[in-house]
């Protein structure tokens, strides 16, 4: 394993420039924080379910993040005629497979839009990928659970079976696109007692994707900026609540010296 040389904050820079508008058809618990993280990261987010206007949002966008937080078998529904939308103008499609492995329902709605769509990005934690995968785990919830498998090869199996890139968080970030493997080693342990950290990263993986071709070393830089900034704000926090505050504007005031100088990124394969 070596210290990948990444030029994140090149990646941080051209969000900022590009101002990507990211459609989200995503979590109700975290609908406001993934909006809000995008802003401060200077992309455009927005908002829109129904499955009357997602095409023509979706076609107007730079990257579409699905999440399957508080799914309902019509948001499904929404979300498959969004994801076809950006197929066809091959904008990055990003799904959140928050809760795989817990109920039935979450396990089909995901290989529903897996096998009917072009799933640029698929991004969970350690149990809920392993489901995916086609393991035999229950998730927590939407916590994971403890996953007896080697993670790394996991994701690189999933990744080449459906073409796609694979992002596994946790203590390190996996990511592979079924050939390379890499780590991402930022962050602090704060994240873990914040609801909505996980759906945050979907969201900032979403908006650098949308600003870079290679989505492996994409979605390592958005979540090496992202946990960068909140190993910046567990130094001034209180607690998790005053450690959201901060983690808002420590993302904010980022600069791309300070990203590149912080960040732990890791060439496995």
Not at 121 to 146: C, P
């Amino acid at each position: 394993m070596k210290k990948e040389k990444i030029d994140i904050g090149a990646f941080l820079e051209a969000v900022r420039g590009q101002k990507p508008l990211v459609h989200h058809l995503t979590n109700w618990v975290t609908i406001y924080d993934c909006a809000n993280v995008l802003k401060v990261f200077g992309a455009s987010p927005v908002m829109a379910h129904a499955k009357e206007e997602v095409a023509e949002m979706s076609a107007i966008s730079s990257a579409l993040v699905l999440n399957i937080g508080t799914l309902t078998v019509e948001l499904v529904k929404a979300m498959k005629i969004a994801a076809k939308s950006a197929n066809s103008k091959d904008i990055p499609v990003v799904l959140d497979v928050c809760g795989a492995g817990a109920t039935q329902l979450r396990d089909k709605s995901c290989f529903e839009l897996l096998d009917d769509c072009r799933i640029s990005v698929i991004k969970g934690n350690a149990s809920e990928i392993a489901r995916i995968a086609g393991e035999r785990v229950r998730t927590k919830g939407v916590d994971s659970s403890n996953v007896a498998v080697n993670l790394q090869k996991l994701a690189k199996q999933l990744a080449a079976q459906r073409n796609c890139v694979v992002v596994i968080t946790g203590q390190a970030d996996i990511i592979s696109d079924g050939k390379r493997i890499m780590l991402v080693d930022n962050g602090d342990p704060l994240m873990a007692h914040v609801v909505g950290t996980g759906c945050m990263a979907a969201s900032v993986i979403g908006a650098f994707c949308a600003v870079g071709k290679d989505l492996v070393l994409a979605s390592a830089s958005g979540l090496a900026c992202f946990e960068i900034a909140a190993e910046l704000a567990a130094r001034t926090a209180k607690g998790p609540g005053t450690f959201k505050e901060h983690l808002f504007d420590r993302i904010y005031k980022l600069d791309s010296k300070t990203a590149n100088k912080m960040q732990k990124v890791y060439r496995v394969e």
